[in-house]
């Protein structure tokens, strides 16, 4: 079957502070994998993509992996800011299939002054 | 401003009524996908359409459909509604989700009294 898992499922941390994030799949074939960051009340926006022949990605203070071998990948924020309050969800697709995008419940992250 | 445009915004009506949710994609992306997200949950897959026809439905109930205009603007319909109905309502559109990743709009938060 094919799932998103991601942990932990809530975080606080102090601002300047930094994160890691986790996601762990078992969606096959698998194409690529998207970290997207939820505003509250907002809809989700791609912060990174990594496809099976990337390691890892950056975007600004966010830096995401992504082990193809063991299906997990992490997104790392390096010196949190409250704007990074947020919830960051992982997707990952899946090569065939109508409907092969699979989404994460995501980890709800608080940064706090 | 994602260039995908929801409305409305905030709903609120009682148990057994119809509404109507409206997007319009960004301009040039044929593909509209519907996303219900309940209170601390995940992004529940609900239905996309490709150019005014229906490419793929995930755990759609039977009391919501759906269409693509031919304007490319769509229509989410509820009825019946129920308590647990009650939810965030996304429309994502894409030219292609594998390379590009989904654009979502900023939701349509429905409450049912």
């Known amino acids: 079957k094919n799932q998103v898992e991601q942990s932990p499922q809530s975080l606080i941390i102090l601002e300047g502070k930094n994160c890691t994030l986790q996601?762990?799949?078992?969606?096959?074939?698998?194409?690529?994998l998207r970290w997207y960051k939820q505003d509250t009340g907002r809809g989700p926006v791609s912060l990174t993509i990594?496809?099976?022949?990337?390691n890892t990605k950056s975007n600004g203070r966010y830096t995401a992996t992504l082990d193809a071998d063991t299906k997990q990948s992490s997104l790392h924020i390096t010196a949190s800011q409250l704007s990074d309050s947020a919830s960051y969800i992982c997707v990952v697709s899946a090569e065939t299939g109508a409907n092969n995008l699979f989404f994460g419940t995501g980890t709800r992250l608080t940064v706090i002054p | 401003d994602s260039g995908v445009t929801q409305t409305p915004k905030h709903l609120i009506t009682a148990t057994g009524q119809r509404v109507t949710l409206r997007c319009s994609p960004r301009s040039g992306d044929l593909s509209v996908y519907w996303y219900q997200q309940s209170l601390d949950q995940g992004l529940q897959f609900l239905i996309q359409y490709y150019n005014g026809e229906e490419r793929a439905k995930g755990n759609i109930l039977e009391r919501f459909s759906a269409q693509q205009f031919p304007d490319l603007h769509s229509e989410l319909n509820l009825s019946s509604l129920e308590l647990g109905d009650s939810a965030l309502y996304f429309c994502?559109?894409?030219?292609?989700?594998?390379?590009?990743?989904?654009?979502f709009g900023s939701g349509t938060r429905l409450t049912v009294v």
């Open positions: 990594m496809t099976f022949s990337e």
């Open positions: 996601c762990n799949y078992t969606v096959s074939p698998f194409s690529n």
């Open positions: 994502a559109s894409s030219v292609n989700p594998y390379l590009y990743g989904y654009t």
